[in-house]
């Protein structure tokens, strides 16, 4: 398993940006994919973005498509998600994943590893 830290959550208001970040502690970290998930309270993680080792395939969930964006550094072993926009209903914490198999999963179960998580509060 690899080590992740999550940084840059915070309060924004409504239509405010912001950019998470999660390092990993491994240099393994250019092989696996990476994901972020988020989970606000009484609710189910679900799927928010995910990309691929390289960095050049990505994949949004629909509620963050054109807002959100992941990227990754595998020079800084870090995975980026900037988000614009930000609505009230993004409120959660976020969580960052990593997944050595190599397929861009949606599903929380299929990652072998999880950051701490990050709070992000957006209000009206």
């Known amino acids: 398993q690899v080590q992740l830290v999550e940084s840059g959550g915070g309060s924004v208001q409504a239509g405010g940006s912001l950019r998470l970040s999660c390092t990993a502690s491994?240099?393994?970290?250019?092989?696996?994919?990476m994901g972020w998930f988020r989970q606000a309270p009484g609710k189910e993680r679900e799927f928010v973005a995910v990309?691929?080792?390289?960095?050049?395939?990505?994949y949004h969930a629909d509620s963050v498509a054109g807002r959100f964006t992941i990227s990754r550094d595998n020079a800084k072993r870090t995975v980026y998600l900037q988000m614009n926009s930000l609505k009230p209903e993004d409120t959660a914490v976020y969580y960052c994943?990593?997944?050595?198999?190599?397929?861009?999963?949606?599903?929380?179960?299929?990652?072998?590893?999880w950051g701490q998580g990050t709070q992000v509060t957006v209000s009206s």
């Open positions: 994943a990593a997944d050595h198999q190599g397929a861009m999963y949606v599903t929380p179960w299929e990652y072998d590893s």
């Open positions: 491994e240099r393994t970290f250019s092989s696996y994919t």
């Open positions: 990309i691929n080792w390289s960095g050049r395939s990505t």
